[in-house]
């Protein structure tokens, strides 16, 4: 299929179910896209779900296992498997957004900006991809959840509420528990995950950055004030009372702090 549309090679990245041929469609993607190989954005295209390979077995976030002690390799393979399954939905979800809102009046930037996301969770989950290869392991060797992409489901009818759910809340959470991690993976010399997870996290400020910036650009359009309008939608999404994040470093850089006071 040849794609004359930026719309239309998302659809084929959402389609794809291998997920090193969505990291490679993405990558190319990137390229046609940033040398103006890609004309237009194309018309609208809304999936219902995208294509994934036939492992892993995906669970439901409660039945999943729990491990404990980074020391253990197993471990340290769960964990990486689980940030893995992460970053493909990641690369769907950045695909879905280019995608499906394209009746906003968005400027050129803003599918810019997405492009470059999809592109860097392909990136990424080549990286865990890797290590979990060092590892003697595999994307699909363990089980996962399907928690991210049932957030798009519930916010496929409106971008002001993906934006407050996907990057601004979800992304976000990512930038909470990394540092810790990280700390964790040193003290245990696994010198090499933890140079991963950092270059996940430090691409991942920039994530939620972006994702801030085009809320508030569209809050600011439609004269809806973003803190309160970012605080209605979290109340919405979850049904019980969620507590508030910490204010952290990640999140600051993030332009999140404003959110959280
Ligand atoms: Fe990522
Ligand atoms: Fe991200």
């Not at 390229?31 to 103006?36: H, I, K, L």
């Not at 695909?95 to 997405?114: G, K």
């Not at 049932?150 to 002001?160: E, G, Q, V």
């Not at 990057?167 to 933890?194: Q, W």
Request: aromatic letters at 10%.
């Amino acid at each position: 299929m040849s794609c004359k549309t930026l719309s239309e090679n998302a659809l084929k990245i959402l389609m794809t179910a291998n997920p090193y041929r969505k990291c490679y469609f993405t990558l190319k993607a990137f390229n046609q896209w940033q040398n103006d190989q890609i004309p237009e954005i194309g018309e609208s295209i809304c999936i219902e779900h995208p294509r994934r390979p036939n492992k892993p077995t995906i669970l439901l976030p409660k039945f999943m296992p729990r491990r404990r002690g980074l020391n253990k390799k197993n471990t340290r393979i769960a964990l990486l498997h689980s940030l893995a399954h992460v970053e493909l939905n990641a690369i769907d979800l950045a695909w879905d957004i280019i995608a499906r809102f394209n009746n906003y009046n968005l400027p050129l930037s803003f599918y810019n900006d997405w492009v470059d996301i999809a592109k860097d969770e392909a990136i990424h989950f080549l990286m865990l991809s890797k290590r979990l290869k060092e590892l003697g392991s595999k994307y699909g060797h363990l089980e996962a959840h399907g928690g991210l992409w049932d957030a798009a489901k519930k916010t496929s009818h409106n971008l002001i509420y993906r934006l407050a759910i996907v990057p601004m809340y979800f992304e976000a959470r990512g930038l909470d528990v990394s540092p810790k991690m990280i700390e964790k993976l040193k003290n245990v010399k696994d010198e090499k995950s933890a140079k991963c997870l950092k270059k996940i996290y430090f691409d991942e400020i920039s994530h939620v950055k972006i994702g801030e910036y085009w809320f508030r650009w569209i809050c600011e359009k439609n004269e809806m004030n973003p803190q309160e309008t970012w605080k209605n939608s979290i109340n919405q999404f979850f049904r019980k009372k969620i507590p508030i994040p910490e204010n952290n470093i990640g999140r600051k850089k993030a332009n999140m702090s404003i959110y959280l006071s």
